[in-house]
Every structure is written in C-alpha cells, then in structure tokens.
C-alpha cells in the first residue's frame, strides 16, 4: 500500500484512495456509493477524524530523542507539521487498525524529535509539532506538542546561609534553585534527611523554596542542604549549619546573708534559668552582691590581745600558702622539664598563637594562578615576627632534639637515606639549605628506582627531617607535602624530597574516556615507615562533580606499573589513603610515599574538565607580521608555570587576563577564530576561518603545551594600535571571548590584575615547628582536650563543624587522634593566609574550658 507525499484537496484523488482503503477494509463499493459490510455501521464519508490521542510536550534528556505519536478515527492520512514545515513522508511511522467496537477504521503515525532539530532555531522560537489528520470530508489540526531541552544549571543562584539561632526564634534559610527545564523541584534536607513538613510540622517550605523553621528547638541543630532537581539531574547547595543555642538566664537572688565580721552582707544568684547550652551566651552581670551592714548591725570587733592573735594566725596562714606555691611551682617545673624531652628550645612557644616561619607575598613577577592570589590577612604583620631560635643549642644522650637558629630552616644530612641515627649523642640544625640541590637529586637517581624521577631541580624540593615533621613546597605549582608531627617515627632522620613529573617522562596509560585531573607527582623514597599520614596538595581540573566522573587516584609501584588504589566516593576507613576534592585542589592523606595522580573516567558526556586559556604575543615586532598565541592547557598551576617560563624565554608577553573555559567529553574539537580586526590596517594570514584542535589531543593531555598560532599582518610599519576579537569555543559547548585592544610597540604588557603580579615567596623547605601556624604544645593540648568525647558535643566534632570540614567526619572518626587530622587540615589550606585569631575564636566558642588552653604563659611554654 503507497503512503502519500502530502497533504491533498483533489475530490477526485480522495474518491479513488477511499476505494483502496474500503477494499483493504473489507467495504464493497459500487461508483461512487458507498456501501458497508453488515459488521461496520452505515457509510462514514460524512465524518470529520477525531483523535484518540494528541502528541503531548516533551523534554529531549541529553542526547536521547523523543517519540511524537497521533491517532485519529476516521483517517485516511495523517502527517505531522513542525515549526510551520511538513515532516517528510519518510520519517512517518504508520499503523493502521480497525476499532472492533466501531468498525471505523483507526490510524497511527509516530515521528522522532532529536536535539539537532531542536537546537537549530534554538533562541529563535520554541519548538513544536502539530498532527493534521484527513478525511474524505475535512481534515482537523491536534494540539500542538513542544519540545524542549531539559537541562539544569550546576549553580544555585542563592545558597542557604549559615546561622546561629536562639531557641524557640523563626529560622529562614533561603535557596533560589539552578535554572533548569522543566522547572526543578526542590527538597531539604538535615544531616542528608529529607525534611518532610507534613510530618513535622515545625518545618514549613514557602512558595519561592526557602525553608522556614517555625520554632527552633535544640534537635534543629543540624547542617541544612539545599536539594533541586528535575528530569536531567540532581544538585546539591553548599550546606549552611544552623546552630540552637540557648542563652542563660538567672534565678532569682537568695536573701541576704547575716552580717559578717568585715561588716558586709552578701546574697547570691545562678545561672540555671535556663543553663546556658550549644554555645549560648553566659548570664549577664554579677552573680555575687555585697552590702555593708548598718553601724547597729555590725557584730562587736575584737581588739587587744585578742587583735594581735588575729594578725599571727593570719600571717602564719600566708607562709605556709607562700611555701605550698613554692613547692607546687617546683614540681610542675620538673615535670615540665620531663614532658617533651625531644623539644630542644621551647621559646618558640612563647608567642602563644603567633604564626612562624611565613613571610609575605612580593610583587613583581606573573603569578601561577590568578584566580587565588595569596591574599594579606588583617594580621599579616605578625607573619613577619620572627622567634627567637638562636637561644639554645642542645646535644643530648638519646632521643633527638632540635637545634635552631634564626633562619627557621634546615640544613641536609650526609648520611644514607632512611637510616636513624645511630645512639649516643645527636644534633639536628635547623640551618641554611645545602647550596648545591643538584647533588640530592644526583645521588638520588643513582638508586635503581629513583632512575625515573625529574631530574628537573628546579621543580624539586627536598629536606631533612625527624619527628618534629615539616613541609615541603615547589612554588608557583600548588604542590607541596605537609609532614605532621609525629608522622615520622621518634628516633628516626628521613630525607624527603619533593617533585613534579612531566607527563611525556612518564608512561601512564589511559583508556577511553579516561583524562588526566592533575600533575604526577613524586613525594619519597617510597617504603619508608610513617607513624600517621602525610598530606600531599596538589592541583586538579575537573568539574568537582562526582555524579558525571569516576575519579581514581594511580600510584606507581616499583615495578612502574601503575595500580588504582583508590575510588573516590568509595573509600574505606581501612584504606591508607583518602583524598579531600575540592573546587581546584585536591588533599591527599597518605600512609605511604610514592608517585601519585589524578585519573578521571567520565561517565557520560556532561562530565567536562577545566581549561586555562592564555594568549601571548611578541615582545617586540619589527616586521610587519605579528603572532598571537593561545594556550590551552589543563587548570592547574605546574603547567601554567611551565608555560610562563617558556614564553620569558621566547621573549613573549602575557597579553590577556586567562580565561578557563569548561571542556566537555563530548567528542567535539575545540574551535579557535579572530574577527573585528580594523580591515584598513590589519589582516589575518590565516586561509580557513577557524583553527581547530583535536578532541583527543587536549582530552588526552598528550601534548603539554597544546596551543595554536594567529598570524597577522599589518600594512603598515606605522600601525600599532591592534583591535579584535579571538573566539575560543568548543563544537556543540561553551565557549569563550577575549576583547583584545593594546599597542603592539609598547615593551610593558597592558594592564592586568594587581593580583598577577603576586608570586609565592615562602621556603620550598621548612623543618620544625616553622612550618605551622600552630606551636607543638599547644597543638598537644587542643588534642588531648578536644578528642574524648563530649556528651554535649564540644569535641572534635564540634571543631570540624566550625571549619566547616563536616563532611569528612567519618574519616576523622577512623583515625587514633581526630583533632590531629583536622588541624593537619587547617594547616595545608590555611598555610599561606591562615588567621590563627580565627582557630582560636573557634576554639573559644567550643566551650570556655578549652579556650584556656591558648592562655600558656611564658614559664608555662
């Protein structure tokens, strides 16, 4: 049976295709009469279709096309209409049917909608489709169906916000959700607990999404999340902690006391109504009243013999207390003396809290990462104070102790590595780093494994170190190893070293969708034995959302081979490694040294990894063609650096702030034009009009520094001035735009963000209690005081909540000491611009007996 091209109006035609279809039916006809079969009822030529069913509004979810479907009764043809234009007959699926009940012939077509279709008039008009059904009388028109892209935004354009509420007040916390479509709906959440208003009624969630808590109660502490989600995805909001506390409130006063022999009366009154909880303030104003007493209400003073009696017994009272205070200071000297023997010189406890050992940020060169410039902090002149390390040097028979002087690093040992010392006598300096780097990484890579290392020295660091720990940094890269104290087992010396490896170095093998997140990077010699887990930084360039990757952390065995050794998302508390992802970095935990990196497997197309575009130019042109150069390398700062060092040796110039741009796993090439250059002066030498970069080239990350090529020409000598616009964008994705206007004459680069000009300027080394903000013996204190559980919650806990470092607890839980793996934490990301008055802030509010142990005194430390 032949389907129709078109719609069609001939009588003539209609007649002699309504005679095909009565024939296939089983309908005789005679001429032009019409006349049915006893099982089908009295001829239909006078009916208008009808549909059964219209097509109804759909959403295309990511690649995945949507069916259209009409059926109508009586019809001998049905096409669809799209966006005012016939579908082709081709793309029409048809089932034809007879309605037992009626005997009227029934007709089903169904048509496919892909995205392509939609995105061609994307912005121009929305997408539609409407079935037009004929019958020998007339024809009718369905409703018409729309089809839109379903997607929802990552960003939420308002986050619920962190709050401290007294008990029995209103709580609001707002939440706009991600634009999306269809509309996303939104949920909240308590401790990852969907909040359901209809069976707590104390919840209340108002049209606009945000979530009212009518009546705070002490149970409504908790971190609230923010959930919206639609057909495409699910997002979460940053979680904003909502704290109950309870203010205290007094009782009433006692009576007076009798009048006393200094002639006063007292009485008294408590905090108790309520008792102040979870933070809440104390009772405000005295708790202890005197008055004197009445001339006639005094008692009868003593005097005479009697006086003088008074006065011995008082004065012998104060000797004896005299001579206990003595006795107790004596004692607590010596255990004192007795409690940390390693620790050689204890001045650099004195400061109390002062930070040590971190100078400030200098301008003067590019900095390696313009999105996060090491910011002064409002205390940043303490960060200059220096302590006094000169003041003692101490050998000992023993256990080791620390030598130090005033430049608060460390000098290299000539023994092998990993070997203690041997017992007797020992001196650790913390002096001048050895001059010569190149001959650590020389007899490094003389052992068989470390053959394979970066012989780069500049990209390495390395030190000596003892259980006291320390910190290693290659600067302008965002990598460095924090060694916490204790890490190294008491009694032992360890050098360790610090690099970063190129990528063509090594052989790391990716497969399919696989793409490397972050620089390899070595930390060593592997095998030696760690009391507690270093934490190695490092920068990485993915997305961050976990829903779109499967992100694996590789080590290197000894073999070279590389394993997988953890998921993310899936670790154990059993595991010897645990890595914190975070927007641009990444904390790994590790009980082992040894060379790691970030793997990512997308998991489907919407997964995408963070690209730094950065244009340079010639310094200098005395010729008439001129080059511009983008860079598109991976977001992380190892390679930013390498670019930036290359481009000083070329000559070249930073022309423009860098954009980062999302790359998505969408097997699409990544585009680069110019346009809007001033055609009386400048033209492009460039035949095609776009350049165009490999999908696998950047997804692979074979090539390291992946750029390409403008080159222009000026028809002058005279023309300096250069306008225009270079067009960045990824086929079918995001793109982006750089407005270029400058001077190619002029030596300076045009003017960019102070915060370029910002550089890391700390020790790549740093050995002892210089390397953290936190001194060692209070560091011990806030431990031991913070990691006994506390049924009120002043714990550890409470701690990772105030540095909003919540969502590790289980990690911390696993661990001998969590206090010690939160402050090791605080220290990796508050190393450069750490406020130390803000820890001890936190600290204060956990509860006030904790907070005395930042009061150490002098003769204390």
């Not at 029934?106 to 279709?117: G, L, S």
């Not at 699910?234 to 006692?254: F, H, Q």
Request: proline residues 6%.
């Amino acid at each position: 049976m032949s389907l129709l091209v078109g719609p069609f109006v001939h009588c003539g035609l209609c007649a002699k295709l309504l005679v095909i279809w009565l024939s296939f039916a089983g309908v005789t006809c005679t001429g032009t009469e019409h006349a049915a079969t006893a099982t089908q009822p009295a001829a239909f030529s006078d009916l208008l279709p009808h549909f059964l069913v219209e097509p109804e509004d759909e959403f295309i979810v990511k690649n995945k096309p949507v069916m259209l479907t009409c059926r109508s009764t009586p019809a001998t043809q049905i096409y669809f209409k799209c966006n005012g234009e016939w579908v082709h007959q081709d793309d029409h699926l048809i089932v034809r049917t007879v309605d037992p009940a009626t005997a009227l012939p029934v007709m089903e077509v169904t048509i496919e909608i892909t995205r392509q279709q939609v995105e061609k008039i994307f912005g121009l008009d929305e997408y539609w489709c409407q079935c037009v059904a004929w019958s020998t009388t007339g024809t009718q028109k369905s409703q018409k169906a729309y089809i839109r892209i379903a997607y929802l935004r990552k960003n939420f354009e308002q986050e619920p916000q962190a709050k401290e509420v007294a008990m029995d007040q209103e709580v609001s916390l707002r939440c706009h959700p991600p634009e999306g479509v269809p509309q996303p709906e939104v949920e909240w959440q308590r401790n990852e607990d969907v909040i359901d208003p209809q069976s707590d009624p104390n919840f209340f969630i108002t049209a606009d999404y945000n979530l009212v808590i009518k009546k705070a109660r002490l149970a409504d502490t908790g971190n609230y999340t923010c959930v919206a989600k639609n057909i495409v995805a699910r997002r979460k909001s940053n979680s904003a902690t909502v704290l109950i506390y309870v203010d205290g409130g007094w009782s009433e006063w006692s009576k007076w006391s009798p009048c006393g022999a200094d002639c006063a009366m007292w009485r008294s009154r408590e905090c108790t109504q309520p008792s102040p909880g979870t933070g809440g303030k104390d009772c405000q104003g005295l708790d202890l009243q005197s008055l004197n007493c009445t001339s006639e209400q005094c008692p009868q003073t003593v005097s005479g013999a009697e006086d003088v009696a008074l006065y011995v017994g008082m004065v012998a009272v104060a000797l004896c207390l005299t001579l206990l205070l003595i006795i107790v200071v004596l004692v607590y000297r010596r255990k004192k003396a007795g409690l940390d023997a390693d620790v050689a010189d204890s001045s650099i406890l004195t400061t109390g809290f002062q930070p040590m050992g971190i100078k400030p940020s200098k301008p003067g060169v590019w900095a390696p990462r313009p999105r996060r410039p090491l910011t002064r902090s409002k205390n940043s002149h303490l960060l200059t104070i220096q302590p006094d390390l000169t003041t003692t040097t101490t050998s000992y028979q023993g256990t080791l102790r620390a030598r130090h002087d005033a430049t608060g690093k460390f000098s290299m040992t000539n023994g092998p590595l990993l070997d203690p010392l041997p017992k007797g006598s020992h001196t650790l300096h913390n002096g001048k780093l050895n001059s010569d780097p190149a001959d650590f990484v020389s007899r490094l890579s003389a052992q068989s494994y470390f053959k394979t290392l970066s012989h780069d020295v500049a990209n390495t660091s390395y030190g000596t170190f003892n259980f006291l720990g320390g910190r290693l940094t290659i600067p302008n890269t965002g990598i460095s190893l924090l060694i916490p104290p204790e890490a190294i087992p008491r009694g032992k010396i360890y050098e360790i070293y610090l690099t970063v490896q190129k990528k063509e170095d090594l052989r790391l093998p990716l497969a399919g969708c696989q793409t490397l997140l972050s620089p390899v990077v070595s930390c060593g010699p592997p095998g030696v034995v760690l009391s507690r887990p270093v934490i190695l930084s490092m920068d990485q360039c993915s997305d961050t959302c976990l829903d779109n990757w499967a992100i694996r952390l590789k080590k290197q065995n000894y073999e070279g081979a590389w394993e997988d050794v953890l998921l993310m998302g899936e670790e154990l508390a059993s595991d010897p490694y645990y890595c914190q992802l975070e927007a641009e970095t990444c904390q790994l935990f590790s009980e082992q040294l040894g060379t790691f990196a970030l793997v990512g497997e997308s998991l489907h197309m919407g997964a995408a990894k963070r690209l730094r575009l950065v244009l340079f130019s010639d310094a200098y042109c005395s010729t008439l063609e001129y080059n511009i150069r983008v860079y598109c390398m991976d977001d992380t700062q190892d390679v930013f650096k390498e670019v930036m060092q290359m481009e000083r040796q070329l000559g070249g110039r930073l022309i423009d702030e860098p954009h980062i741009l999302l790359f998505k796993d969408s097997y699409h090439n990544l585009r680069l034009s110019i346009h809007d250059m001033p055609q009386a002066h400048w033209r492009s030498k460039l035949l095609a009009g776009y350049q165009e970069i490999p999908f696998y080239h950047i997804w692979n990350g074979s090539q390291r520094y992946l750029h390409c090529t403008f080159t222009l020409e000026r028809l002058s000598l005279g023309t300096c001035e250069l306008t225009c616009q270079l067009c960045v964008w990824q086929v079918e994705g995001e793109g982006q735009s750089f407005s270029l206007d400058f001077n190619i004459a002029k030596q300076d680069a045009r003017a960019v963000n102070s915060e370029f000009l910002l550089v890391d300027t700390s020790a790549t080394a740093l050995a002892g209690p210089s390397a953290f903000q936190i001194p060692y013996l209070i560091r011990q204190k806030i431990c031991s005081s913070l990691d006994a559980p506390c049924p009120k919650g002043a714990d550890w806990r409470m701690l990772a909540q105030r540095l909003k470092l919540e969502r590790h607890m289980s990690f911390f839980a696993s661990k001998a000491s969590p206090t010690s793996a939160i402050l090791d934490l605080w220290e990796v990301q508050h190393f450069h611009g750490g406020n130390i008055n803000q820890l001890a802030a936190v600290m204060a509010d956990i509860g006030k007996q904790e907070a005395m142990i930042f009061l150490v005194s002098d003769g204390e430390c």
